[in-house]
């Protein structure tokens, strides 16, 4: 330890021993003790040591997360020299402050007993409820968990990250923070969590109410990342979850949510993870950062019952998945043929097929154990086979959650540059190999043309999702898309327009191959330019397909009638192709036509660069 830091801890010893020499009337040793102890030395602290206790404040650069002044000790929080001098000292002398502020900063003590009082210890029996919560969620490891996107639930459409706390005696809890989502009012919602803020709340609960919630309720996989934290780290950590209890930390979609706080926690042991305040974090670049981070030492899944069912059965014609399901509603397993146990692959596909049937009504449990029985006898042939899906729908080999296009359209008539930024999620475009769909999610995403006269708003969208599932023929699914947003200029007929929309539609989408799918959909838009309403009508039918060399085409054409309340029909066509460099970048490059049955036709190439970020 540097010498001017052994000298302050010096300083501070000779402090206790004044006030015991003031009662015990040695007045001249109390001033001695008083004078030497007004020799001021330098703050030493190291760079790393400031970082540390910004992230257990929660405070990046000056800014506060936390609302409530009685989370600080001073008044100036922006000085955090000051204010971890002023911790400092309160923990330096026994008193009862010293006492009330151990039951209420456990964390803080603890870090600030060790790191300049020279003790990893302290003790907690004088706090009752702080000893409870210590006795009932005691920890012996962390884990970071993922849950995957579920696109129905505007709470859940970008997935979720929490921490999971694992005892010694098996006991696993659940410490999320979120906000409640009260309202389908999508632009109220938004405003709300970007602009006012949302009351934010902590749960501590047990994992195992949120695991089946989030795989059986709402059908999405679980990866968990166990983290390389010594004893102390995981104290450090469980501690500040308590210091966190009953504070007022608002909820804001883009700069602190679920994601960003999961990081500032982590972020006192590592605080090289804390991200900047001015990035929009998700859930997906916490599990990417803290994986780049060398705290994770394994990662497992545990995968929702939809997602066996369908990762387990790509190459099953629909013909197969029917008469596996026959057998084991019937009774009749044990006729089937031997080779379909013979691969590790449908084994876990008849597995987890029986416990749907069960759990649909379609088998009662004696039946459903009956199957279970016999196709786990065939495991044994099988116990030397393992799946490796490290590379099938992992989150870390995900495209970022962030982008921005800039694309060359030249057409018959005009050509223009095009703008697109997306300041979180992914586009239908994107890969998405390693999402649960083909799917899109789109949030306060602008695109900005720029001609040769002048530049102008081509699109808002304020809310836009798109999944296509592929249809099967034992747990369905159904594709579509939902878009809310302004349009200030139609690129197809180059006029200006000021439209405010509502876009929908459903339909059916199919897989036969993992690298293609193709789909169909219908749906109205409904439409309002400040003077007139009306409602206009869209037929879609598309293709994806993955190429060799990290190309995804896409192939698309639309009928679509009453556009821009022209009352006419037109068609149009578009085929894309993104190739994708790295994780980072992608280069765009496309064709167009548009009005086939109209007077004016237009066709046009583009060809762009996106940047992932």
């Known amino acids: 330890m540097a010498l001017p830091r052994l000298c302050k801890h010096y300083l501070r010893s000779v402090r206790m021993h004044c006030f015991y020499f003031l009662k015990r009337s040695k007045i001249a040793s109390f001033f001695f003790c008083v004078l030497f102890s007004t020799i001021s030395f330098a703050n030493t602290f190291s760079d790393e040591e400031i970082q540390s206790y910004k992230a257990l404040l929660h405070i990046k650069n000056a800014t506060p997360a936390v609302q409530d002044s009685n989370f600080f000790v001073s008044t100036g929080v922006q000085d955090i020299k000051t204010e971890l001098n002023a911790t400092i000292d309160i923990l330096s002398v026994e008193t009862p402050k010293k006492a009330a502020f151990i039951c209420k900063f456990p964390a803080r003590s603890l870090w600030i007993n060790k790191r300049f009082l020279n003790s990893d210890k302290l003790n907690f029996d004088h706090c009752e409820d702080l000893s409870k919560y210590i006795n009932a969620v005691e920890v012996n490891s962390i884990s970071l968990v993922y849950a995957s996107e579920n696109l129905v639930s505007p709470s859940s459409f970008m997935g979720h990250a929490f921490l999971k706390l694992n005892g010694e005696q098996g006991q696993q809890h659940a410490v999320s923070y979120f906000t409640e989502v009260d309202t389908i009012n999508i632009p109220k919602l938004l405003f709300e969590s970007i602009v006012t803020g949302k009351p934010g709340f902590f749960v501590v609960s047990p994992f195992s109410e949120s695991a089946q919630f989030y795989r059986e309720v709402e059908a999405r996989n679980l990866y968990e990342y166990h983290l390389d934290l010594n004893e102390f780290e995981s104290k450090l950590i469980t501690l500040h979850l308590w210091e966190l209890n009953n504070q007022r930390i608002d909820y804001y979609f883009h700069t602190h949510n679920c994601a960003t706080i999961t990081l500032d926690i982590l972020g006192i042991v590592e605080p090289q993870l804390i991200q900047s305040p001015k990035s929009w974090v998700t859930p997906l670049d916490v599990v990417k950062v803290v994986n780049k981070s060398n705290r994770v030492k394994q990662a497992s899944i545990k995968p929702s019952l939809n997602w066996q069912l369908r990762a387990f059965s790509y190459d099953l014609p629909s013909s197969s998945k029917l008469l596996l399901q026959n057998k084991l509603s019937e009774e009749t397993i044990v006729e089937l043929d031997a080779s379909w146990l013979k691969n590790p692959i449908y084994i876990q596909y008849l597995t987890a097929l029986n416990r749907y049937l069960f759990e649909d009504g379609t088998i009662d449990e004696s039946r459903w154990h009956k199957n279970n029985t016999y196709i786990q006898s065939f495991r044994v042939n099988t116990s030397s086979s393992a799946i490796d899906v490290e590379h099938f729908k992992n989150p870390i080999s995900r495209l970022n959650d962030s982008q921005l296009a800039i694309t060359l ?116 838009k409904l439409a309002f330019n400040g003077k007139d309403i009306w409602l206009e009508s869209k037929a879609e039918a598309g293709v994806f397909a993955y190429l060799k060399g990290n190309n995804k085409l896409s192939l698309k054409g639309a009928w679509q009638f009453n556009k821009s309340n022209l009352n006419k029909h037109s068609l149009s066509m578009e085929l894309e192709n993104v190739h994708t460099l790295n994780s980072e970048q992608a280069i765009i490059i496309g064709a167009r036509y548009h009005n086939w049955h109209d007077v004016k036709k237009t066709s046009s190439l583009y060809l762009g660069f996106k940047s992932y970020f």
């Not at 808002?460 to 200030?488: A, R």
């Open 409 to 524: 359209k030249l057409n018959n008539e005009n050509s223009h540059l095009s703008f697109k930024a997306l300041p979180a999620s992914h586009l239908l475009s994107d890969d998405n190999r390693h999402a649960f769909s083909e799917s899109s999610l789109e949030l306060l995403s602008p695109t900005l043309i720029i001609s040769e006269n002048a530049i102008k708003l081509d699109e808002l969208v304020l809310y836009g999702i798109s999944q296509y599932i592929p249809h099967d023929p034992i747990v369905s699914g159904l594709s579509g898309y939902f878009t809310m947003g302004y349009s200030g200029f139609d690129t197809f007929r180059f006029k200006n327009e000021n439209d405010v929309y509502l876009d929908a539609a459903i339909g059916l989408s199919f897989q036969p191959h993992v690298s293609l799918q193709y789909y169909g959909t219908v749906g109205p």
